[in-house]
């Protein structure tokens, strides 16, 4: 069975292994909140990742210092089920969560367990693992948490308000609360942000493609060289902009060089005089290749 996008980023994301115990804490608060159940009875968690599969039992182990009481073997196939039902291991687990045994009916962010910005990636990184998707983007661009504690939603909304700017939208689905995003570059940012930089890519990849396509359907003597040129040159520049996201120096850019960066990321299809005149104030065509040229020389330096 081919892996479906969603799963390649889970793979993805599954990488980072929390070194700090606030972070490793905060990641399975995530996944217990997004997870299928966290009762004070029993804790289940389904997941078809192979990754996430591995990669529970190392973190629970990690914050809380105890394993699983179900377990499946990894080779088997389909849905992987991992449970706690042990009474003592969930009230530990509740009190690690700052939760008493009373609250369980209302099951909250705990805002100190997320305090530090480390951690609050590492919680959203939970959260996607056991209750997010992310759409295949030749199919649409959709990505979305969802949890069954409606306190859950409005405080994850807030956190993600807080850390990344983005404002994602709401609904009810089934009983749970469903917090979603339908732009693709704040999924692609959201993707970046949760350590997903070639999902990211990805839906970045397949948004340019789609705007090329468009563009060409819409010019009739379209000059094909001239085209693959353009693109060759807008994906180079987009992954520029992602090395240097990734190394935390693009927000250190000169000012001007950051527009471009800007410019070129929200349109990636648009040309070298396009994006000139979409510069405050507007500048040449030459001139905006030359900001675009040094983001690349930047990232050039980052890799090497
Ligand atoms: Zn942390």
């Given amino acids: 069975m081919a892996i479906s996008f969603s799963g390649s980023a889970k793979a993805e994301v599954c990488r980072i292994f929390p070194q700090r115990q606030c972070c490793a804490l905060a990641e399975c608060f995530g996944i217990l909140l997004y997870c299928n159940s966290f009762t004070a009875d029993s804790i289940k968690i389904i997941t078809e990742s192979r990754e996430f599969a591995q990669l529970l039992p190392k973190l629970f182990k990690k914050a809380f210092n105890l394993t699983f009481d179900l377990f499946p073997s990894l080779e088997a196939p389909g849905k992987l089920v991992f449970q706690i039902v042990d009474e003592e291991k969930i009230a530990a687990i509740m009190e690690s969560c700052g939760f008493s045994r009373e609250d369980t009916l209302a099951l909250h962010v705990n805002y100190p367990l997320v305090e530090e910005e480390c951690c609050k990636a590492a919680f959203l990184r939970g959260a996607f693992l056991a209750g997010g998707s992310v759409t295949d983007p030749e199919k649409g661009y959709h990505m979305e948490i969802s949890t069954t504690h409606s306190a859950v939603a409005r405080e994850t909304y807030l956190l993600m308000h807080d850390s990344m700017n983005i404002s994602p939208k709401t609904a009810s689905r089934g009983g749970g609360q469903v917090l979603y995003i339908k732009q693709s570059e704040l999924i692609s940012d959201y993707l970046t942000y949760l350590g997903a930089p070639v999902a990211a890519m990805g839906i970045m990849e397949a948004?340019?493609?789609?705007?090329?396509?468009?563009?060409?359907?819409?010019?009739?003597?379209?000059?094909?060289?001239?085209?693959?040129?353009?693109?060759?040159?807008?994906?180079?520049?987009?992954?520029?902009?992602?090395v240097l996201k990734e190394a935390g120096?693009?927000?250190?850019?000169?000012?001007?060089?950051?527009?471009?960066?800007?410019?070129?990321?929200?349109?990636?299809?648009?040309?070298?005089?396009?994006?000139?005149?979409?510069?405050?104030?507007?500048?040449?065509?030459?001139?905006?290749?030359?900001?675009?040229?040094?983001?690349?020389?930047?990232?050039?330096?980052?890799?090497?």
Avoid: F, G, Y
């Avoid at 340019?208 to 520049?237: G, P, T, W």
């Avoid at 471009?260 to 929200?266: D, F, Q």
């Avoid at 005149?277 to 990232?299: C, F, G, Q, S, Y």
């Fill in 249 to 304: 120096l693009l927000d250190k850019m000169p000012a001007k060089i950051l527009q471009a960066a800007k410019a070129r990321e929200a349109h990636p299809a648009s040309s070298l005089s396009e994006l000139a005149e979409m510069m405050d104030p507007p500048i040449t065509k030459p001139a905006m290749n030359h900001r675009l040229k040094k983001l690349v020389e930047a990232a050039k330096e980052v890799r090497s």
């Fill in 207 to 242: 948004r340019l493609e789609k705007e090329l396509n468009n563009k060409v359907n819409r010019r009739c003597n379209c000059d094909d060289a001239n085209i693959s040129k353009v693109v060759e040159a807008a994906q180079e520049q987009l992954a520029a902009i992602r």
